[in-house]
Structures are given as structure tokens and as C-alpha cells.
């Protein structure tokens, strides 16, 4: 292993330099400040330590759960399941596979992991592999550091820029993930021999940072053997140059458990060199279905986002989308080892949105709010996101549409399952009907439906403090009529791509 060129102080404890207004570069965040020591020497005057990436991350976490703070900011449903399990992975200091179906956050997990380096780290300028300047480890960083002393230059990079990330497919390459040789540097005189010859892979480039390798199943075999080393000894060998390059980093891999167990693509000796295995999940309860919906999809619930649409989805109708979701989730038409998506609820909601915002432009209308009446027309769409059984083939759109009544029922019985919606039935005593349809304006429903006593209570049950408008009115009265069908209070005809409502 490569020594520092100085020891710490016995006893010292760890401490950043002191801190001056830095003008960013082209890959640094604007509103950084990088410390001040541009050379080795200032670097040891100012009482920098040097710690490993594990160690990092390790001081780090338990600072924040000493304080309280959320060290995985952004990520729901798994406070009690799969956060402990990682945190004390990260504490000891393993390396991690995070094991789960498609959509479960997981990639998204491992990208917060940055926020647990330190904001800055000092490596040699212009080194491929952003080698700490007390401990150099490439050929040309070391050379420098003989040459130069105490004046080695010194650059700080920000956590942010310390990740790095592949997808593994079938067609990664040994020389992809660590490295081969460069046929420019040697078109410029360097020798075959010569170690600087060597153009440095993924992996090494993000030494002394956190390096994701996603779907690591779906990696040949004889590339997975690449990675034995770099779990274990730490180091890369590339080709036939005796090379040992010691890489400091923290080594994260995400799979799928169908691929993972049952097909058994990833070689057990690199199985055994990861320190833990996590699995992920779905979201276990309603609460946390809606809370993700409404983090990640891109929906202005404000109505004030310049970049999203400017439409209201009622928090009635997030929930059954979330519902609909769960219901997919737990069928038995559908594939469960290849998993719902969170990204079906997403998308369904997104899609809810679109289809209000498609109304209000033909229609005319001033505020476009999502009703009951979007839902079923968005199923067709979803399909593809769900692999079902064998058996159910044929049957795709058939399933779904069943799972989203069952979901719109739910929601009902949950919200005005013993509300009063007599004056609304009365509506329909002596054989009144009344006509929806997606691209009906608000205005035009509630002119149709005509007075309903009790209309305010109804729409507090559904929407809370979503406010009063004609847009939130019409969204309330079109799923109380969808329930009240459902519930077989009212029977309902489709025609021409409408519904008909009657007593």
C-alpha cells in the first residue's frame, strides 16, 4: 500500500482547512467555496487529515444520526426496513448490493450517498484519478511528488462531482470499467511500457469517491471477474502492465432478484466480496404510495411551477391512482417477480394532469382541474408498464380497468362511504340522467347536475383544503357520481366515450 508523504499529528482530529470565496470552474456547483491551500505544502500547514472515502461517509452518517438529520434526504417508505440495514453497512464499512424490482428507488437511494462525503476534498491538479495529494498512487502523480515537494499543486473537488455511475449491459467492457491502453499517448511517443499510456477506466476515475454499478446481473461474466479486485485488494490491473493501483472508494451495485437468484448471472466470488446485501421494496403502506406520488411527479400542486402544468389534481384522485397502483401491484394477473413501478403511479398522475390541461385548452376553460373521467382513458397508456401472466394475455386492458373501479370504490367508501348523498340522488329521483365526458367543461357539468345540497361538505371529505372553485366543485360532483354507480346507487351508460349517469 502507498504511504502519505507526512503523518498527522498523534492525537489531531480531523479539520478542513480555512475556507475563501472561490469562482467556480465549468464542473463545479455555482454557489460552492472551495478552501484556500493550492499546494502540498500549504495543504499539511492548514491541519488536513487524509481519511479514506469510507471513512468519510462513516463520521459523516454518524454525525447526522447523532443530530437527527435525515442522512438519505428524498427517500420514502423505508425508515424502518431498509435504512437501518444500510446505515450500518455504511458504518462498517462494506461495499453494497441493493437487491429489488424494478422502480423501487433504489438508484435514486445510492445517489444521496455523495451527500455523505465531505463538501470538499483536495487531489493532486490534473490527475485522471483524483489521487489525494498525501497519498499519491498513479505513476505520473508520484513522479510529481518527488519532483515538486511541498509544491505539488493542489485543486479541492466538491462532493457532488465525487459519483460516478454505470449502467451494465451486456456490451461493457473490461476497458470501460478499468481501463486500457491509449493509442494517442502512445502515438505521441510514450512507450508500450510506459504506465502513462494507460486510459483509465470508470472506475478508477472515480477513486476516492462512490461509484454505482446499476443491473450488475446483466454484466458478462468475464467482465464481472474485472471487478474481484477492486472489491477486495482494491486495486485494477489492466493488460499485462505491473500495475497496482490502490483506489479508494465506496463500490455500490443495484440488481434486480429475478436476475440475481434465479438466473444466477452474477459470479459468486463477487457475491461474496460485497459486505452486504439489502433488499428494497415497494411501498408498504398507502401513506407512503401517495407521499412518493406527490415528490416525485412533476405536477405544479401549487399551480405556481413555470415549468409544469398548470392544473390541479385533487387529493382524492392521487389517491385512487395510488390504490389503482397498489391493486396492479398485488394482482394475480400480474408478473409479481417483475414488479409494479413506482413510475406507474407517476405517470398515471402526470397523464391525469395532461388530460385536464388537454380540456381546459379545447374547452376553454380557465382553471383545468383533473376529474374521475381522465383515469380511464390514461389505462391504455400504462399498459406497457406491466408485465402480466401468460394466462391473462388478451386481457391486459380488461384487468386494468377492473383494478381502477376497484380502486375509485375504495377511495369512495373511504372518504363519503357514510356521507350524506341524498340530495345528489334526488338529482336522479324521477329519471333524470346527466351526461360526462372528458373534454365536458367544468362549468357546463355543474350547470347539468344543477344544485346539490351539501356540495361543501362533500368537497371538504374529498379535498380538504384544496379550495373552492368550479373546476374543484365538478372534480368532487363527477367522482360522488362515479361512486354512487359503483356502489349501485346509480346506473351508468358509456356513449360515445362518455358516461351517462342515471337514477
Known sequence: MVQPLSEPPQGQSHSQPPQRQHQPSKDQPASASAPVAATLGELRASGYLFRSVKAEIRQNLITRLSAGEDP???????????????????????????????????????????????????VVAGCEINDHPYAPACVRCQRLAAELGDDLPVTWRHRDLRYGEKLATPDTSVGDLIGDIDPVKVAQGRTLGDPETIHYGLVPRTNRGVFCLNELPDLAERIQVSLLNVLEERDIAVRGYALRLPLDLLLVASANPEDYTNRGRIITPLKDR??????????????????????????????????????????????????????????????????????????????????????????????????????????????????FEVSEEGREAEVLEHLLRRATADCFRAHLGSADLSGLVARFADGASVEASDLLPATELL???????????????????????????????????????????????????????RG
Not at 74 to 102: K, Y
Not at 483 to 494: F, T
Open 274 to 387: 460485497f459486505g452486504a446485501e439489502i433488499r428494497t421494496h415497494y411501498p408498504l403502506s398507502l401513506e407512503d404510495e401517495l407521499a412518493v406520488v406527490r415528490q416525485e411527479a412533476e405536477i405544479a400542486w401549487s399551480g405556481t411551477s413555470s415549468e409544469s402544468p398548470d392544473a390541479a389534481l385533487p387529493a382524492h384522485l392521487v389517491e385512487v391512482i395510488a390504490r389503482f397502483t397498489r391493486l396492479v401491484r398485488s394482482s394475480p394477473a400480474v408478473d409479481a417477480r417483475s414488479g409494479v413501478s413506482a413510475r406507474f403511479a407517476i405517470a398515471a398522475a402526470e397523464a391525469a394532469v395532461a388530460a385536464a390541461v388537454r380540456r381546459a385548452a379545447i374547452s376553454g376553460e380557465d382553471e383545468p382541474v383533473a376529474r374521475i373521467c381522465d383515469l380511464p382513458a390514461i389505462v391504455s397508456t400504462l399498459r406497457g408498464k406491466v408485465e
Open 447 to 501: 350547470r347539468r347536475v344543477g344544485e346539490v345540497p351539501g356540495l361543501a361538505r362533500i368537497m371538504e371529505r374529498l379535498d380538504g383544503a384544496g379550495g373552492e372553485s368550479p373546476g374543484r366543485a365538478a372534480a368532487a360532483i363527477e367522482f360522488a357520481l362515479e361512486g354512487l354507480y359503483l356502489m349501485r346507487r346509480l346506473s351508468k351508460d358509456v356513449v360515445n366515450g362518455g358516461a351517462v349517469y
Open 72 to 122: 438519505f434526504p428524498g427517500i420514502l417508505g423505508f425508515d424502518d426496513t431498509v435504512r437501518p440495514h444500510l446505515e450500518r453497512a455504511l458504518i462498517a464499512g462494506h461495499d453494497v448490493i441493493l437487491l429489488g424490482e424494478r422502480g423501487q428507488g433504489k438508484t435514486r437511494l445510492i445517489r444521496t450517498l455523495t451527500g455523505l462525503l465531505d463538501e470538499w476534498s483536495p
